[in-house]
């Protein structure tokens, strides 16, 4: 049977580098920066690269290696880079393709520290990005100009869940020759792949459900080949590359990914189902409930709703403070797609430096809630944030 005809999580565990002399059962982990060359000629040709093989850490190494093919067959992608952070991932992509003078259409709904990529920095360079609204896409193609070159769009979004039509996406990028880069982080390529619907390149912050213990940052970007080649290009002379450490515990960490990735969605789906029903609860948005806006969208490109849930806690900032204080067991924290469930308050912290009136075009309200589903049961799960939205 060829590769590409196993399923996915045989795939996610039954790729693997060549075994040593010790014939090993587990991958080792190659903690070296460089490798030794045979003789004279085998260091010109290689770095000449006439010769495919790993010379340096910075450029390569066989557990990044198998990181970035586990990665490629779990998108369908033909090629990779993995990097130290899922940020390393979605600057050096970007960062790789523009050129002065450039344009990028994004939503307007993308990680913090994406969003200040946007309007902080590639304006230095003369790189200007128009945005849309996740429920305006039909305003897409108005804002494509002939510098345009990027189209640049998270589906669910972070902190909000919203959803965006990515085969829609797609088809404007086509017919206007320009790339279109999805940030597949909440996702996950088990729930979904970006690439089977038009995407060029899918980017991913590896440091949340890929690794989804909590424990190490990576980032990954695959796609066509082409298109690696030039990030490859500058990343090798820039140095975002992941370590070899945290490219091995990511390998393990993808053997897990769909158990893992399976029950957080059904914890998700009950906590939303709850907080449907709770009076202290304004709204919640998950992507398989069917009050979700995007729900046929959501429907149509996901496998599952994901981990991730949105809503928020009647009271403006005193409510969403009460509840914060008041959560017992859930963690506090800004990661996200761990084993353990934590409650973030982004307009306070992933958010906090977004703009107010953006703030509010995107909806990251004072009282707005982000629950990233943990493994715990979920009948804790839910006690937890009942009893936080109900003290007073
Ligand atoms: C966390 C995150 C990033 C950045 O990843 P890091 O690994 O923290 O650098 C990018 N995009 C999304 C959607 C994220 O959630």
Redesign the pocket.
């Known amino acids: 049977m060829s590769q590409k005809k196993k399923n996915f999580e045989t795939l996610a565990i039954r790729t693997q580098s060549e075994t040593t002399q010790f014939s090993e059962h587990s991958v080792p982990m190659y903690l070296t920066s460089g490798f030794v060359f045979e003789d004279a000629e085998e260091m010109r040709a290689s770095f000449a690269e006439e010769k495919q093989r790993d010379l340096y850490s910075r450029y390569s190494n066989p557990n990044t290696n198998e990181f970035i093919q586990k990665v490629c067959l779990m998108e369908g992608a033909e090629d990779g880079f993995a990097f130290a952070?899922?940020?390393?991932?979605?600057y050096s992509t970007l960062a790789a393709l523009v050129n002065a003078g450039d344009h990028i259409v994004s939503s307007r709904s993308?990680?913090g520290?994406?969003h200040g990529l946007f309007t902080k920095y590639f304006p230095k360079w003369n790189i200007e990005t128009s945005y849309f609204s996740v429920d305006e896409v039909e305003v897409v193609e108005s804002l494509i100009q002939p510098n345009t070159k990027i189209i640049y769009a998270?589906t669910p979004?972070?902190p909000g869940v919203d959803v965006l039509d990515m085969e829609y996406l797609a088809a404007i990028a086509k017919k206007h020759g320009v790339l279109l880069v999805i940030?597949n982080?909440?996702a996950t390529p088990y729930l979904q792949q970006p690439i089977e619907f038009g995407a060029d390149l899918v980017?991913h912050?590896?440091?949340?459900l890929m690794d989804g213990q909590g424990r190490v940052?990576?980032?990954v970007t695959v796609g066509k080949k082409e298109l690696i080649r030039e990030i490859y290009l500058f990343s090798r002379l820039t140095g975002p590359s992941l370590s070899p450490f945290n490219a091995w515990v990511l390998s393990k960490s993808l053997e897990t990914l769909a158990v893992r990735v399976d029950r957080q969605c059904e914890n998700a789906l009950k906590l939303a189902t709850f907080l449907e029903n709770h009076p202290q609860v304004n709204w919640v948005k998950y992507p398989f409930l069917k009050s979700h806006p995007q729900y046929d969208v959501a429907k149509k490109q996901m496998k599952n709703g994901g981990t991730m849930v949105a809503f928020e806690v009647k009271g403006g900032v005193e409510g969403g403070r009460n509840f914060f204080d008041n959560i017992k067991m859930c963690s506090l924290s800004a990661n996200?797609g761990d084993t353990r469930t934590i409650v973030t308050h982004p307009a306070s912290t992933t958010h906090a430096k977004v703009e107010p009136e953006v703030k509010q075009a995107v909806n990251i309200t004072d009282g707005l809630v982000r629950c990233s589903l943990g493994l715990e049961h979920i009948d804790d799960i839910i006690a937890d944030i009942k009893q936080a939205l109900e003290s007073k």
């Open positions: 952070s899922g940020m390393a991932a979605v993308v990680f520290a994406t998270e979004t972070n940030d982080c909440f980017v912050s590896a440091t949340k940052l990576g980032g996200l």
